[in-house]
């Protein structure tokens, strides 16, 4: 590896030699110290609030060429796997089978690795496609996994570490940011809810209980059975811990401890980050898994921005022997009786090899890639569990420098008016400004703003290309003109460069269903117990990524990657395997998984709104007479405080759930059970909740 050099990646365009020279950066050498697989660069620190604004010119590039075009790859060899995809955890997947001994061929569509986690570069700046924020990229500890997926490749990048995680700015005023340090978090977030103190304490020491489990265990497959058994006799206290949260959510746990509302609308909008659901419905697992990864190795940002981690990715696979072809699209998936044996391009190519490995989504890998299959009874399942969560309306802005203070923090979160608003199309906003941490992503004198905003995929169909173009403008000005009222004034005005991007463009670039960035739970889960494994219906098809357990984020695909890459090596000799423990262990998961459908199914829950109850429709704008046999119906009333109110129907007896301190909103939790049954009140019974 070295730093402020250009790299040449040379590829065929339409018969004639082509290059593009990648240096987004433009800068000098950085002297950094070596820990482990990464290096954290010298930085100028300035106090505030005890953190550190970093401010440091550097540039990680690599030295080899990756790469195009299928480059020395033979169609006609077969690999012991192939990659569709070339995400954050395909190529975990991809380089962790390489490292055990695996010929492996990766195919990408685009022309650059990495996925929503890759980049892209215009008029100086070179932008991260989608997050900013990287969990699991530390020196310590077993979940720093994008570390530990570089070493395993003798890869390593330099580093800038981010002194807060994200700056909260919500309805009633209340701003919350999250320190690197958790006793400074833990501070601040006591000194806005002291009330709270002991509640606060507990839940995100629950949160702790969680990460210190995984953190001490050696993560691999929890479909192999060796592996499994082996971490239960050593640690059998840490397993046991993890099963006991796996079927639970984080909104429950917060909950036992927590009353104040507006309290628990933060713990809301904390999960919505991590899983783009609120607590109710974000699996505990993952809510510890992230919500003490920031403070334990902490967000460290990759120099040179995130497309970084995966070009060192695929350069290691190379390295390893393995091979990755760009350009490549993957229209089919070949079955031999019944077995996934190889894919089909779309120029007519196939490859084939003993295993397939789908870092698609599970829509696109079944519903795309194996046209006119039968779709297996566990894929059938999953979506009857699992909808794509929405997709993004993106907005890459360069603006002048001084329209920032100078202490701004690198990301933000922003909730202005009301808590009712943090799911909807647009409600909130995520803004990443990585040339806080690293200035020379953008020209001298400029920083690079990323927003980010909910959008269904539904809201742009039927649009014609001019009205297409008028409405991302539209929504695009309504978005920054709200971040420069909240945190930024004078921000439309200092604006040099925007381009804005809607979920067909995610669609388009990303390959991604409907452009969701992954499963969302219909209703309430039981945790992690719903969300599938790598393996699936089919014989030699794996699948990877955020449709994958445990979901969305960049540390859970890794951890995807991981576990894929350790029972396909297990299947294929290069790992022990034992076909007896291997058949009762996936008989006993999909046991598992059918007693959680099970309890989904039985009672069903609708989430709807107050004015929804009265009009007789539900969020989904179906008619509640058609959902007359329902056994629960949940039923947010949200005022200023936010209240809750849940209401449960079961047989011929009706219970009114309500928070806490709020009985007083039992009357109008009890029109919403009213106006679904038709004015039909049955004997009332009052429980807390």
């Not at 505030?48 to 790859?73: N, P, Q, W």
């Not at 802005?397 to 202490?407: S, T």
């Not at 117990?529 to 990524?545: A, E, K, Q, R």
């Amino acid at each position: 590896m070295s730093l402020g050099c250009y790299q040449t990646i040379d590829f065929p365009t339409k018969g004639k030699s082509g290059s593009f020279s990648w240096n987004p950066l433009k800068i000098s050498r950085l002297k950094g110290n070596k820990i482990g697989g990464l290096k954290f660069g010298n930085f100028q620190v300035s106090q505030r609030r005890k953190a550190i604004s970093t401010r440091l010119k550097s540039m990680l590039s690599v030295d080899s060429g990756v790469e195009i075009e299928g480059k020395g790859v033979n169609t006609g060899s077969e690999y012991d796997a192939i990659v569709i995809g070339s995400g954050i955890g395909g190529l975990v997947a991809a380089t962790q089978l390489a490292v055990k001994g695996a010929k492996v061929l990766v195919l990408e569509k685009y022309v650059i690795p990495g996925g929503s986690s890759g980049y892209y570069q215009r008029g100086g700046y070179t932008f991260d496609v989608g997050s900013s924020v990287m969990f699991g990229f530390s020196d310590k500890g077993n979940l720093n996994l994008i570390t530990q997926a570089l070493a395993a490749v003798g890869r390593e990048m330099v580093v800038i570490p981010d002194p807060t995680t994200v700056h909260f700015h919500l309805p009633n005023n209340l701003s919350v940011l999250v320190h690197r340090e958790y006793s400074e978090f833990i501070d601040e977030l006591t000194s806005k809810f002291p009330h709270e103190k002991e509640g606060i304490l507990k839940f995100y020491g629950e949160c702790w209980k969680i990460f210190n489990a995984l953190n001490s265990l050696q993560l691999k497959s929890l479909e192999e059975p060796i592996y499994l058994f082996g971490q239960f006799f050593q640690k059998p206290l840490e397993c046991l811990t993890l099963a006991y949260y796996m079927p639970q959510n984080a909104g429950d746990i917060a909950r036992k401890y927590v009353k104040d509302p507006n309290l628990l609308s933060f713990i809301d909008a904390e999960c919505f980050i991590v899983s783009t659901v609120n607590a109710l419905r974000t699996p505990m697992i993952n809510a510890g898994m992230v919500l003490c990864d920031r403070h334990f190795g902490g967000i460290n940002y990759p120099v040179g921005g995130v497309g970084g981690i995966a070009t060192s990715l695929a350069e290691g696979l190379i390295d390893q022997g393995s091979e990755i072809l760009y350009k490549a699209n993957v229209t089919n998936i070949i079955l031999d009786q019944g077995k996934a044996v190889g894919v089909k391009l779309s120029d007519g190519r196939e490859f084939f090899a003993q295993t397939i490995i789908s870092n698609a989504t599970r829509w696109d890998t079944f519903g795309k890639l194996l046209k006119g299959e039968n779709l297996p009874k566990e894929e059938e399942n999953f979506q009857k569990v699992y909808v794509k969560a929405p997709s993004f309306l993106s907005i890459h802005m360069g603006v002048k420098a001084n329209v920032l203070p100078p202490d701004t923090d690198c990301h933000h979160f922003v909730l202005e008016d009301e808590w009712t608003r943090l799911e909807e199309p647009y409600g909130s906003i995520f803004l990443s400004i990585p040339t806080v941490l690293d200035s020379s992503l953008a020209p001298k004198g400029h920083h690079i703003l990323h927003i980010f905003t909910t959008s269904p995929l539904e809201d742009w169909k039927g649009l014609s290309p001019k009205d297409y173009e008028v409405k991302k403008e539209l929504i695009a000005e309504e978005i920054i003109g709200r971040l420069e009222k909240k945190l930024f004034p004078g921000l439309k005005s200092s604006i040099v460069f925007k381009e804005v991007g809607t979920p067909k463009t995610h669609r388009r670039f990303l390959a991604r269903d409907m452009g969701t960035y992954g499963p969302m739970p219909r209703q309430i889960p039981k945790g992690l117990l719903g969300m599938p494994f790598n393996t699936t219906g089919i014989s030699g098809l794996y699948c990877v990524g955020d449709s994958c357990f445990p979901g969305q984020g960049v540390i859970a695909v890794a951890f995807s990657g991981v576990m894929c890459a350790h029972r396909v090596a297990a299947d294929i000799g290069l790992e022990k395997k034992s076909p007896i423990l291997d058949a009762a262990l996936l008989q006993l998961l999909g046991w598992m998984l059918d007693c959680h459908r099970s309890l989904l199914r039985s009672p069903k829950i609708i989430q709807v709104r107050p004015e929804e109850c009265l009009t007789g429709k539900d969020s989904t704008n179906e008619s509640r007479n058609n959902k007359v046999n329902c056994d629960i119906i949940s039923c947010q009333v949200t005022m200023k405080p936010a209240i809750e109110a849940y209401l449960v129907l079961k047989s011929d007896k009706l219970y009114e759930r309500v928070c806490s301190q709020h009985s007083c909103f039992a009357d109008q939790a009890a029109k919403c059970i009213q106006s679904s049954r038709g004015n039909e009140k049955k004997n009332g019974e009052m429980e807390q909740r």
